[in-house]
């Protein structure tokens, strides 16, 4: 599982298994605040199921971008008419998912498919220091709660989208024996991230790359 990719042809990132491109923060992507072992972690748990709110383009809360994202979007739709913001969104918090999960599980293989560039390079380095140390997260996505873009930008054919993604993860981290180190599966923290979606518009590729991410305020 995996971080980065998505559409344009969004629909094929869906079904392929995350076809289009996403990144990673500038900091490891955030990591949750993880709490002192709570002692009820050791029982087998059952995870939520993971939630996914789907945001529409409208004058509301949830709207699909923000209205300082406007300028950028359309210019995007008029370099690219395939572009879809809704499509882009879906895939973009697939591409979330994915890339969480192959970061928390340390599939260096997956990560390398979805980032890029020094963003890669700090989801590897932060993936040594974890091994380094014989600790393994056992992190779960329980919801995204929102995701709207918050800034476009086209410079020639080069696109970036920011998005904003609210959502909630259960946090835990055990030894190499499986021992509770710290965190608990039964309490979600929230976490508030910006991810930056990369693509040339030239390009036949119609994946998104994630170039980087960061903490929101």
Do not use: C
């Not at 879809?84 to 390398?112: N, T």
């Not at 700090?122 to 393994?136: C, N, S, T």
């Amino acid at each position: 599982m995996a971080v980065i990719i998505v559409l344009a042809l969004v629909a094929l990132f869906i079904g392929l298994r995350l076809y289009s491109v996403l990144g990673e923060r500038t900091g490891h992507e955030q990591q949750p605040i993880l709490k002192p072992a709570d002692p009820d972690a050791r029982v087998e748990q059952r995870p939520v199921q993971p939630a996914v709110v789907q945001p529409t383009a409208s004058d509301g809360g949830d709207m699909a971008y923000l209205p300082t994202a406007g300028p950028g979007v359309r210019a995007i739709l008029a370099a690219d008419p395939t572009f879809d913001v809704a499509r882009f969104l879906e895939g973009a918090q697939s591409a979330y998912r994915m890339i969480l999960e192959a970061f928390w599980k340390g599939d260096r293989d997956e990560l390398r498919h979805l980032v890029g560039g020094h963003v890669l390079a700090a989801f590897e380095e932060a993936i040594g220091e974890r091994e380094a140390e014989g600790h393994k997260l056992d992190n779960r996505l329980v919801a995204i709660e929102r995701a709207a873009i918050e800034d476009a930008r086209l410079s020639g054919k080069l696109a970036e989208i920011e998005v904003r993604f609210d959502a909630y993860v259960a946090a835990v981290t055990r030894d190499k024996d499986g021992e509770l180190v710290a965190g608990s599966l039964s309490d979600a923290v929230p976490t508030k991230d910006i991810w930056t979606f990369q693509r040339n518009l030239a390009s036949k590729d119609p994946n998104w790359l994630l170039v980087e991410t960061d903490e929101a305020a």
